[in-house]
């Protein structure tokens, strides 16, 4: 948690819901992050809807469906409150809000396929519904349709900046498959792959805030180091929430990793820290994508405390992004950036 004491004039409304650290106040301080742009995330909601439209009725339906199953919107919130932190004062950041939202939206489209999931969001997911094929089309849709959005900017830093990004998660997407089913698999190798398919995105929103900012080249560099640690934090905490959270607030199936066999960090550490017992079920789990043992699995992973190992290194990852922020002027936005990190380790869904 970040301290109340100091915090500057205008984020008192912030200051006022982080009276504890429970899911409702939680959720209280994610609230009054939004609210404080709000402004903005509408613009971000119409950019979204206009961009998607296509004469091609069945890209609206696929595209309407992943957009407006909700979630928590939270890459464009952080692009739109890291430009105002960085005394963006134009309108231009919430297209690249949007921009960062598509990537992710075509991300989401493209891995239900590969990983066969049909429930994302508490809802049926795109492929579920309309198709493998549809789903993989579409989403090569919203891809294309990012990159016309980002000649629309004007920008070659940015051009630069989001196709390194979009090359570097499709290597994360690609590592992650040759990591599937593999208990082998390294604290080093699982680390790349989560650089590379979250937290390179949370890293390009908010470099490109910066740059749509005309930031210097020092608040340039620790704004993208922010975005590269709050990414992580935010993967270290949902791989925790796998094996440690309430389904319906999660919107999945719990051990839907496992089932995938993706050897995610509480249970590489429960691999090496477990009974050999523990360290056979473990791999078996892995290796065959088994879900017969969950129970026990969980519990190994507490017992052992891969759980509590992932959360504070999550920790710790939020405690360097709060750290980057020391160059930005005091601000409500600045207040809410630390709010963010502080969000998503805190998060239960």
Known sequence: MSTTTNRPKGAAHLAAVRSSTSPDSTRASFDAVKKLVAGDLREVDQVIRRRLSSDVQLVNQVAEHIVGSGGKRLRPLVVVVAARACGCTESRHTEAAAIIEFIHTATLLHDDVVDSSKLRRG???????????????VGDYVYSRAFEMMVSLGNMRIMDVMASATNRIAEGEVLQLMNAHDPETTEQRYFEVIYRKTARLFEAGTQVAAILAGSSPDVEAAMTRYGKHLGTAFQLIDDVLDYHADREQLG?????????????????YAIRHGSEAERAMIRRAVADGDLSDLPAITAAIESTGGLAYTAR???????????????????AYKQALRELADFAVERTY
Not at 123 to 137: F, H, I
Not at 252 to 268: F, H, Q, R, S, Y
Not at 313 to 331: F, K, N
Request: hydrophobic share 45%; glycine share 12%.
């Open 252 to 268: 999945k199936n719990l051990g839907v990793d496992l089932a995938e066999g993706k050897p995610t960090l509480p249970l590489i």
């Open 123 to 137: 809802r049926d997911t795109a492929n579920a519904l309309y198709g493998n094929g549809a789903s993989v089309l």
């Open 313 to 331: 290194l999550a920790r710790g990852e939020a405690s360097l992004a709060i750290e980057e922020l020391a160059g930005l002027p005091d601000s």
